[in-house]
């Protein structure tokens, strides 16, 4: 039998919890949208307990996204985070509420401070808590890879007992090696299934092995039902499994694992570049289904097997994972029709009319500026747009700037607006991009480092358009900004006042 892998996407929770992956609300509303695209069952929209910002995130995602895809969030085994997952989810047409606790003694001693029976009566507690609140809870064992098998076991069964219809089987260290894990899962599935065979049996890896993606392939050979993963493999240190490495590699070797998902994988590639441009995180080039690379042949021998026929060195086509070699070229002149179509053949919504026009605007200043526009232009423009906060009334804006580069003293004059407040400086620096920097942060007067700065070429064409991304430190924390135009230093100002308007936001 062709079994269904149940795929539940932890990239607005787990992978967030990147240093500078900071993601507002209307970038989280985005990318969720996408994941509804794509079609993930489960979308994990945050840690409602951490934050205001969080919980009003989580609301958001789940009113509206949240009619045709299942959306959770995560909670500590405790009354406080429980309900706040429940009041941020509850009008999604199917919450589900999931806790998570640790099972491995180096949890229980080092975390709790209490013996392992009373940590696992918290769990049961927990779990009969969330049970009168909604009928879908998931219990996640935190560490499972490491515990003692009988008592994670006895956990298992005690939440089972107390109604979790889904347990989650985390390697949250990337401690596991596949045959291993595989076998845990094995063991684990076989009692469940004899206690109670309509719970669910998920998988959670961490990659610090490089591991997590063979680890839930082997999970699901064994007998996992379900997968966590993240989008571009995002997560806590090296890492989650990636979503787009589990479902290629289902669908790709299903001969061998017989399941499949409901994944629409020739969304894999946009998804994949909407998160990395809303983190600010970029994809190895080599990355498998989504590096730049990864369709690319250079050798002589390879491109003269491919001329012959595809399969000889590829094992999946381009077209499976989005990489569509249709590029449609737009100019000034191709109208607001052509450009409707590009924006919905990319996925988007064209939203209401005057949201349209506003971005058309801009369609037609860069068409000016650029002569031609690419699908590449277009995917830019439209997520940078929608990813203004609007509550930047507040924030810093540039609203001009003159820099004068030579080889004694670049000067950069800028000059910016807060609410109704306008101020103006100079300064004088190292090179173009350190004096604009330098006269940016005493116009904030704020003590930021600048940690980072990466500057990219995004499109083809002769006015390519540039991307900056900055990382800058603020009291101990990293944010990063982003900005992209056609005049690369005004990119430059831009990136790093989203990073300062971002640390502002936080504090
Ligand atoms: O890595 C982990 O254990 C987690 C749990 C919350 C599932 O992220
Ligand atoms: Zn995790």
Redesign the pocket.
């Known amino acids: 039998m062709n079994r269904k892998i149940i795929v539940f996407d ?1 990239t607005l929770r ?1 992978g967030e919890q990147v240093p500078g992956a900071k993601l507002n609300l209307h970038q989280k509303i985005e990318i969720a949208q996408q994941l509804k695209r794509l079609n993930v069952d489960i979308i994990e929209a945050g840690f409602p307990a951490s934050s205001q910002g969080d919980f009003q995130a989580v609301q958001e995602i789940a009113r509206s996204v949240g009619d045709s895809v299942s959306i959770t969030a ?1 909670a500590r085994a405790v009354k406080n985070d429980i309900d706040a997952v429940y009041e941020s989810i509850k009008l999604a047409q199917n919450p589900l509420i ?1 806790i ?1 606790l640790g099972t491995s003694n180096i949890h229980v001693e080092k975390k709790f401070n209490r013996s392992k029976e009373a940590v696992m009566q918290m769990g049961i507690d927990a779990v009969k808590y969330a049970k009168t609140l909604l009928p879908d809870v998931q219990y ?1 064992t ?2 499972a890879s490491r515990s003692d098998f009988e008592y994670l076991w006895k956990t298992i069964e005690g939440v089972v007992k107390a109604g979790a219809t889904m347990i ?1 089987v ?1 390697d ?1 260290v990337g401690y596991a090696v596949p045959e291993e894990f595989g076998d845990l899962i094995r063991r684990i599935n076989e009692r469940l299934k004899n206690l109670n065979d309509r719970v669910i049996l998920s998988v ?1 890896c ?1 990659n610090d092995l490089g591991l997590a993606a063979a680890n839930t392939l082997s999970a699901i050979k064994n007998g996992a039902e379900k997968i ?1 993963c993240t989008i571009n493999g995002l997560g ?1 240190r090296a890492g989650n499994a990636s979503l787009e490495e589990v479902v290629m590699g289902l669908k790709v070797r299903e001969n061998y694992y017989n399941c499949h998902t409901d994944i629409r994988t020739n969304e894999l590639l946009r998804t994949s570049r909407l998160v990395s441009h809303m983190t600010g995180l970029d994809v190895q080039v080599n990355k498998a289904i989504t590096g730049e690379n990864a369709f690319a042949h250079s050798s002589g021998i390879h491109q003269d097997g491919l001329l012959k026929d595809k399969q000889v060195y590829e094992i999946m086509s381009p077209e499976d994972v989005g990489a569509d070699s249709m590029e449609l070229i737009l100019t000034a002149r191709s109208g607001r029709h052509a450009f409707k179509n590009a924006v919905e053949k990319m996925g988007f919504d064209t939203g209401d009319g005057a949201d349209f026009e506003q971005l058309f605007e801009k369609f037609l200043t860069l068409a000016d500026a650029k002569k031609e526009v690419y699908d590449h232009d277009v995917f830019y423009l439209v997520t940078n747009h929608r990813t203004l906060d609007d509550s930047s009334k507040n924030l810093y804006e540039l609203v001009s700037f003159q820099v004068v580069s030579n080889d004694l003293h670049p000067t950069a004059t800028v000059e910016l607006r807060k609410g109704s407040e306008t101020i103006r400086d100079s300064a004088v620096g190292d090179g173009p991009i350190d004096a604009l920097y330098s006269v940016i942060k005493s116009l904030v007067g704020l003590d930021i480092q600048l940690k980072d700065y990466k500057i990219n070429s995004l499109s083809r064409g002769k006015e390519a358009i540039g991307r900056v991304n900055i990382r800058l430190e603020y009291e101990g924390k990293i944010y990063s900004g982003r900005a992209m135009d056609t005049d690369i230093i005004k990119a430059s100002a831009t990136a790093f006042l989203n990073g300062i308007n971002a640390a502002l936001l936080d504090a």
């Open positions: 932890t787990d995560l999931h998570v996640s935190e560490d989650n985390p949250t959670h961490h966590e806590e």
